[in-house]
């Protein structure tokens, strides 16, 4: 299994309150991702990363910032939590861009109330 | 712009039917990659295959088979003998060509929801 985890694997937060999710992988893959699930809508992804400090927006970003200061982290923040960002956070890791295989993450369940 | 349709919400079937999970996907991009994922009960995505455009063969692994048609856009996946622990959703997925704006991004279908029963 490729070394991925996420941090928390559960939170319950409230609207307005700023919340960071962690990525960590111990695979030294350049590509970092951050993609959300809800029903639906399948996957859709959000922020990613093609190096240290080099990241770029996907299709869903309004609302969340990302940051990679180091290659084995990669953290999500939601500056203000509203409720239609409940959802499922995936991060994902590739050694190359996304049409190689790409190995995700368990999982975080975020819950705005 | 990519596009990945699933048209199928949910399929349940008896063990040890066949079934088949269509993908229909939308790329302007003349090479690109084609991608099925499974996530059983456990919620974790598992990659299952991955598929270059230019080679049109149809694989099989095990119980597993894909069909690839760049003709009619579309990547059918294909369960033979279904076991209970194949209940889970399956995810198409596509991305671009090495180094192009869209290889940096995975676009997902919605998803079908396979339920196997004995």
């Known amino acids: 299994d490729a070394g991925i985890t996420q941090s928390p694997r559960h939170k319950v937060t409230e609207t307005g309150t700023p919340v960071t999710l962690r990525c960590h992988q111990t695979?030294?893959?350049?590509?970092m991702y951050w993609y959300r699930q809800d029903p639906g809508h399948g996957l859709r992804l959000i922020h990613y990363?093609?190096?240290?400090?080099?990241?770029d927006k996907g299709e869903v970003s309004d609302g969340y910032s990302v940051s990679r200061s180091k290659t084995e982290d990669f953290l999500l923040t939601l500056e203000s939590a509203t409720s239609s960002q409940t959802s499922v956070y995936f991060c994902?890791?590739?050694?190359?861009?996304?049409?190689?295989?790409?190995?995700f993450g368990q999982g975080t369940r975020l819950t705005v109330v | 712009a990519q596009k990945v349709t699933q048209a199928q919400t949910e399929i349940s079937v008896v063990e040890k039917e066949d079934v088949t999970l269509d993908c229909v996907y939308e790329t302007r991009d003349t090479t690109y990659y084609l991608f099925w994922y499974k996530q059983p009960p456990s919620g974790e995505l598992v990659f299952l295959i991955r598929?270059?455009?230019?080679?049109?063969q149809n694989e099989i692994s095990g119980r597993y088979s894909w069909n690839f048609q760049k003709s009619t856009s579309s990547f059918n996946f294909t369960i033979t003998a279904s076991q209970v622990v194949d209940s889970a959703v399956y995810f198409c997925?596509?991305?671009?060509?090495?180094?192009?704006?869209?290889?940096?991004?995975?676009?997902f279908g919605t998803g079908t929801r396979l339920q196997v029963t004995l």
């Open positions: 695979e030294n893959h350049r590509y």
């Open positions: 994902a890791i590739s050694e190359e861009q996304m049409n190689t295989e790409a190995f």
């Open positions: 997925a596509l991305s671009g060509f090495p180094y192009t704006g869209t290889a940096s991004k995975l676009t």
């Open positions: 598929r270059n455009s230019f080679d049109e």
């Open positions: 990363s093609y190096g240290v400090k080099d990241t």
